[in-house]
T-cell receptor
Framework: EAAVTQSPRSKVAVTGGKVTLSCHQT?????MYWYRQDTGHGLRLIHY???????EKGDIPDGYKASRPSQENFSLILELASLSQTAVYFC???????????FGSGTRLTVL | GQQVKQSSPSLTVQEGGISILNCDYE??????FAWYKKYPDNSPTLLIS?????DKREDGRLTVFLNKSGKHFSLHITASQPEDTAVYLC?????????????FGEGTKLTVSS
C-alpha cells in the first residue's frame, strides 16, 4: 500500500523563525504535493514537484519554499514563519496522471 | 479566485436518505473529477473519481454525476449511514504540459443523523 510519511506530526514555532516540514514517500511516485488545510478553505496547493530537483508553484506559494532533493523526499520551508501560516499541512504523492493522491497524516503547525 | 467551489459548507441527512454533495468548477480544461473523504484529524482518502469522457460513474452506494456544460459535478450517497459522517472534498484536475495537479474545493461537512 502507498506510504507517505510526514514529520514532525506537530510543531510550535515562533514568529520570524524558520520551519522545515519533511515528507517521504515509498510509492515510487513522480509527483509530490504540499497542501495546507484551513477551516472554510479546504485544501489549498502550495507547491508541487514532478521530478527531483525541480519544484512548481501552486495556488498559494507566497511565504513558502519547497525542495525536492530526491524522488522520495519533498520538503516545505517557511523561512520567516508568520501567524497566518498556522494550519495543518498535508503532503501527498501521485503517479503521472495525478488521478489518485495519497496523503500523509498531516503536520499541525502553530506559529506563536 | 477559487477554481473549484463547494457552495454548501454543511449538510445534514437522515439515516437511510440520499446525500447529495455539489461542486462547481471554473476551468473547462479540467478533465478529471474526484471526491475525497476526510475524517477529523485524518488525511483525505479518494472515494470515487471520473474522467471527462463519461457523465456518470457508480460504485456501490456512491454515484458521481458530471455536467461539463454546466461545469458542475455531484456526489450522491444512497442509504446514508452514520459512518458516512465526514468532510467531503471535491477536486478537479488536468494534465497540462507534463504537469498535473489537483485543485480542491472548500469541503462540505456531511452529518448523517440516526
Amino acid at each position: 500500500e502507498a506510504a507517505v510519511t510526514q514529520s514532525p506530526r506537530s510543531k510550535v514555532a515562533v514568529t520570524g523563525g524558520k520551519v522545515t516540514l519533511s515528507c517521504h514517500q515509498t510509492n515510487n511516485h513522480d509527483y509530490m504535493y504540499w497542501y495546507r488545510q484551513d477551516t472554510g478553505h479546504g485544501l489549498r496547493l502550495i507547491h508541487y514537484s514532478y521530478v527531483a530537483d525541480s519544484t512548481e508553484k501552486g495556488d498559494i506559494p507566497d511565504g513558502y519554499k519547497a525542495s525536492r532533493p530526491s524522488q522520495e523526499n519533498f520538503s516545505l520551508i517557511l523561512e520567516l514563519a508568520s501567524l497566518s501560516q498556522t494550519a495543518v499541512y498535508f503532503c501527498a504523492s501521485s503517479g503521472l496522471s495525478a488521478e489518485t493522491l495519497y496523503f500523509g497524516s498531516g503536520t499541525r503547525l502553530t506559529v506563536l | 479566485g477559487q477554481q473549484v467551489k463547494q457552495s454548501s459548507p454543511s449538510l445534514t441527512v437522515q439515516e437511510g436518505g440520499i446525500s447529495i454533495l455539489n461542486c462547481d468548477y471554473e476551468n473547462d480544461m479540467f478533465d478529471y473529477f474526484a471526491w475525497y473523504k476526510k475524517y477529523p484529524d485524518n488525511s483525505p482518502t479518494l472515494l470515487i473519481s471520473v474522467r471527462s469522457n463519461v457523465d456518470k460513474r457508480e460504485d456501490g452506494r456512491l454515484t458521481v454525476f458530471l455536467n461539463k456544460s454546466g461545469k458542475h459535478f455531484s456526489l450522491h450517497i444512497t442509504a446514508s449511514q452514520p459512518e458516512d459522517t465526514a468532510v467531503y472534498l471535491c477536486a478537479a484536475g488536468m494534465n497540462q504540459g507534463g504537469s498535473a495537479k489537483l485543485i480542491f474545493g472548500e469541503g462540505t461537512k456531511l452529518t448523517v443523523s440516526s
